[in-house]
């Protein structure tokens, strides 16, 4: 209990810290916001183009409301990303580039946590509000119930650490390459595919985002859901997947700090 809550500690010396450097100029936050209103924009406007043709009433059994509640899932999860994933993974490949990792290391804190938890960017704070409000919005023209609300909640934190697992798993393999961006935006480029229900593609597609690269569960799964069509089989998955990835990633960060020589030996 003592550790948790030395680890409680640190992440409020963590946030705030980072707080107090990024609303110190009302400029970034302005450009953030507009960054924000146009990723949504994009996102809306796909589900205008389709939905927008003559006898378009759903797509892959996506009703408009339906496939809105998935785009507002993939906003969320751009916020997650944005606001407390990104800023972190970014710094792993920089602090062994220089040698900072050592100092990690030596800290008497799990250092994976460290690399985890370190930074925020809360100037793209609005791409989480962006993606509650429009969750919450197709949700009105829905039957939605508070149970299925919860089931939703429930696999969507699942989602997150899918997404947390995946980037950092990404950014652990910068302790053998050392620059990792261009992996980083190859899923970034991947995850593009999430606004969309992943019925809405082909077979091949729609197979290699649920078990190779998994957004499936990131998004399409949480929508499911909600709307009360999800199998009880995919649910019971979503969290079993969540927990494979961070098992498994675990054992890989723990593999490349064993490896890890600091860049001044």
Excluded at 3 to 18: C, E, K, N, Q, S
Excluded at 83 to 102: E, H, L, Y
Excluded at 107 to 119: C, E, L, N, T, Y
Excluded at 224 to 247: H, N
Aim: charged residues 10%; aromatic residues 12%; positive net charge.
């Amino acid at each position: 209990m003592c550790r948790v809550t030395r680890y409680l500690r640190l992440l409020r010396i963590f946030t705030g810290a980072t707080l107090s450097a990024q609303l110190e100029y009302r400029a970034n936050f302005v450009g953030a916001l507009l960054a924000s209103l146009g990723e949504v924009g994009v996102a809306l406007l796909g589900l205008g183009i389709v939905f927008g043709q003559p006898g378009i009433t759903s797509v892959g059994g996506w009703s408009f409301r339906e496939a809105l509640l998935v785009t507002g899932f993939f906003m969320l999860t751009e916020g997650v990303i944005s606001v407390f994933i990104q800023p972190n993974m970014s710094k792993i490949a920089d602090a062994i580039r220089t040698g900072s990792m050592d100092f990690t290391l030596l800290k008497p804190i799990d250092a994976q946590f460290g690399v985890s938890a370190r930074h925020l960017n809360v100037l793209r704070a609005p791409d989480l509000l962006i993606g509650l409000g429009l969750i919450a919005y197709a949700a009105s023209g829905l039957s939605v119930t508070p149970l299925a609300v919860l089931g939703a909640a429930l696999l969507y934190a699942s989602a997150v650490v899918i997404v947390y697992c995946i980037w950092l798993a990404l950014s652990t393999t910068a302790f053998w390459f050392v620059k990792t961006q261009n992996v980083a935006e190859l899923f970034n480029g991947v995850f593009g595919a999430a606004r969309f229900p992943v019925s809405a593609f082909p077979l091949p597609v729609r197979a290699f985002l649920t078990f190779v690269v998994p957004v499936a569960f990131i998004t399409t799964v949480p929508a499911q859901a909600m709307t009360g069509e999800l199998a009880w089989s995919v649910a019971l998955a979503s969290p079993v997947v969540a927990a494979a990835l961070f098992v498994a990633t675990r054992l890989f960060w723990l593999r490349a700090v064993g490896s890890y020589t600091s860049a001044s030996s």
